[in-house]
Each structure stands twice: as structure tokens, then as C-alpha cells.
């Protein structure tokens, strides 16, 4: 898979993006400062991923529930590491360009990496009817540093370029009442809306339970992850859409709990065409992260009747120095990588993403959205 050509464009590819975010990051913070206080007409996108990115938000709690998230925040620190629930939740608002949307916020994260300094990760939901915030009922906020600067977001740009489902993922000025502001990423969430921007037709979204695997890594028992990855509950994301499917949610689950118990092979279950070239945008990325079994987001699309992969979470700092597929891949895989023809592709497709002039024309694309 021509190993040193693809870890020298690695170099070149991480060398590029952070270099570019120390241009980025000025710009953006200038810009969410000094357009802030424009006027737009009062429509259904005041909080639209345009209007996020141009004019930046602020997230305003009242003192009774910064205390609470401040206190999630201590004890996160204190057991290096963050453990959610939904009463973690506290009631605030967030306001664009002068525009204010009722919302519930907590602390996200897993590790102490979203919550240290002034940039603390948040998950916000609207609590206004038919309101969205990019799209979405709900969003994420974090330090840019948390997804590797730009990493994440040439992440999900090249995907979107392969036709793999990614998330909205941008930059724009967040502040929380005044005091922890800075540049931090938003990203969306799993539902039908990013369905919709990948022109998918509605299925299920859904994901294996990592609640198992992070209560055994903290209690340093994580002795047998393949036990825990097939005993693990399957979660719905879009759970309005999939309880009014029922059946096509449940053939969906049932097919991954099929492949994850050797019932089913993974030509039976996968899209293996669209997997390939995730897989091989991750390995052009250098870290597999995101292809870590309790990080990976599934998608069941209805017309072909199989599951596809949706990008998230590749920009963290733990890059391989290896080509991850072709040494020491998890369990979930193994029965990808059995099957030769997936084999051969994921081969060609890597290659074919490797290349200077692939990059080159990505880059050529992008370059304007980079430093403005």
C-alpha cells in the first residue's frame, strides 16, 4: 500500500494544518468579535451554520447552573475523566447576533482534554419547537485543540468528497457568560437533517453502547474488548424516526448484531465500497481513531438495505505511524479484510487518496475557506 509515500503526505498534510490554523484561528476570532453586532431579519435560520460561523454565539447560564456545570467540571478533573448522565443537564440560552434560543447544555467528553483551561466542551439542545441550531436539535461545542485544529475538519471535507456521510463540522467565537470565550469548533449531531445534507433517504442511525467499555477502562478491568463490543446494547440516534419504523430499525440492528456474533459476513451487512474509502480516508488522516469500534456511528440505508459508516471524531493526536489495516486491525474488521475483494479495493482506494495530485486539487478547493 506504498507505506512511506502514504506517512510522508501524512507529515505534509498535519504540517499543513496546523501551520494554516495559526492564520485561521486570528482571523475567525476577529471576525466573531467584530460582526457581532450586525442585524439580520428574525427568521427561522438566525442560528443557521452561516450565521454561527459569521457572527459567533454565547452560550448564558445563570449563576445556580454554572455552579452545577463548574462542579461537573471539578469532579471530571479531580477522576481524570467525565462521566455523563442527562441530569447533567442545566437550563440557559444561547444568543446569535442578538437572536436568543431556549436551551439545555451539559459538559461532554470523555476525557479531561474537552475540559481544561477555558475551553470546556458543551453539548447544547433546543428547547424551542421547530428552532434548530445548524439544522439540528442538538450540537456540540469544544476547544479546537480537542480535534486536532483543522485535522477534523479536512477530515469530514474529504469525506464529503468520497460521498461518505460526515458531520457539519466548522469553526466560529463561542463564549459562555462572558468568560470562557475563545475559537472552538461546533459539530453537528446524528439525525435525519445529515441525512438529508448527504441525500441519504431516512433510516436509522445508531451506535454500539460504549457505556461498558468506559466503566472497565476507568476501572482498569478493559481486559476483553470483543466480549464487551458483541454484549453491548445497539442505541438509536434518531429514536422519533426509528420508533415510527420499527421493522426496518430492527432489521438494521439485528444485521449488526448478526456480524458482530459471526452470524453474518460483512458483504451481507456493509456497503463495503463506501467503507473502503472511509477506511482509507482515515488511514490518509493517521489515526484510527474514529475507526475504533466504540467510536464508529452506523447508518442503514433503506434502498440498498445496507450499513454504512458515518464519519466522526478521526482529529485526535494519537497518529499511527502505521498502516492501521494491514497490521493490527480490531475484531470488527477482521471479516472486512477476509473478503478479497474488499481487500483489493481498500488497496486501490488508499492509493488512489494517496496520491500529491489528489491532495493538491483537495487543497486547491479549499484553500479560500482555510484562511478566511
Known amino acids: 500500500m506504498q507505506l512511506k509515500k502514504i506517512n510522508k503526505l501524512n507529515y ?62 471539578d469532579e471530571a478533573l479531580e477522576k481524570e475523566f467525565l462521566f455523563k448522565s442527562k441530569t447533567d443537564y442545566v437550563e440557559g440560552k444561547i444568543v446569535c447576533n442578538g437572536k436568543e434560543l431556549k436551551v439545555k447544555a451539559r459538559l461532554k467528553g470523555d476525557h479531561t482534554d474537552h475540559l481544561k483551561g477555558q475551553f470546556w466542551s458543551f453539548r447544547i439542545k433546543s428547547q424551542e419547537k421547530n428552532k434548530k441550531i445548524i439544522g439540528h436539535n442538538k450540537i456540540s461545542i469544544q476547544g479546537v485543540k480537542t480535534r486536532s485544529y ?29 468568560t470562557l470565550c475563545g475559537t472552538y469548533a461546533i459539530e453537528s449531531h446524528f439525525d435525519n437533517h445529515l441525512l438529508k445534507l448527504a441525500e441519504r433517504p431516512k433510516g436509522p442511525i445508531f451506535k454500539i453502547d460504549e457505556a461498558g467499555f468506559w466503566d472497565l477502562s476507568y476501572a482498569k478491568k478493559l481486559w476483553n474488548q470483543d466480549s464487551i463490543m458483541r454484549n453491548s446494547e445497539i442505541l438509536i440516534c434518531n429514536k422519533k424516526w426509528a420508533k415510527k419504523h420499527a421493522q426496518i430499525t ?13 452470524v453474518k459476513d460483512a458483504s451481507e451487512v456493509f456497503d463495503l465500497p463506501i467503507w473502503s474509502k472511509y477506511i482509507a480516508v482515515s488511514e490518509i488522516m493517521a489515526s484510527p481513531h474514529n475507526l475504533r469500534w466504540h467510536n464508529l456511528r452506523f447508518y442503514f440505508n433503506p434502498e440498498t438495505e445496507k450499513i454504512e459508516p458515518i464519519g466522526f471524531d478521526n482529529g485526535t493526536w494519537l497518529e499511527s505511524k502505521k498502516v492501521y489495516f494491514l497490521n493490527s486491525p480490531e475484531t470488527f474488521y477482521k471479516n472486512m479484510l477476509a473478503d478479497s475483494a474488499f481487500h483489493k479495493q481498500l488497496v486501490i482506494d488508499a492509493k488512489r487518496i494517496a496520491e500529491s495530485s489528489y491532495m493538491k486539487t483537495f487543497f486547491d478547493k479549499y484553500n479560500n475557506q482555510i484562511y478566511s
Do not use: P
Open 12 to 73: 505534509i498534510i498535519l504540517s499543513l494544518l496546523v501551520g494554516l490554523f495559526g492564520c485561521s484561528e486570528s482571523v475567525n476570532t476577529a471576525k466573531g468579535q467584530n460582526e457581532s453586532d450586525e442585524n439580520l431579519n428574525a427568521s427561522e435560520n438566525d442560528f443557521s451554520i452561516e450565521n454561527i460561523v459569521k457572527h459567533g454565539f454565547k452560550l448564558v447560564l445563570n449563576d445556580t447552573a454554572f455552579n452545577l456545570v463548574k462542579n461537573k467540571r
Open 150 to 178: 483543522l485535522k477534523e475538519w479536512v477530515f469530514h471535507k474529504l469525506l464529503e468528497r468520497e460521498n461518505v456521510i460526515g458531520l457539519q463540522y466548522d469553526y466560529t467565537y463561542f463564549c459562555v457568560n462572558d
Open 250 to 262: 430492527k432489521t438494521a440492528t439485528s444485521m449488526l448484531s448478526e456480524y458482530l456474533n459471526g
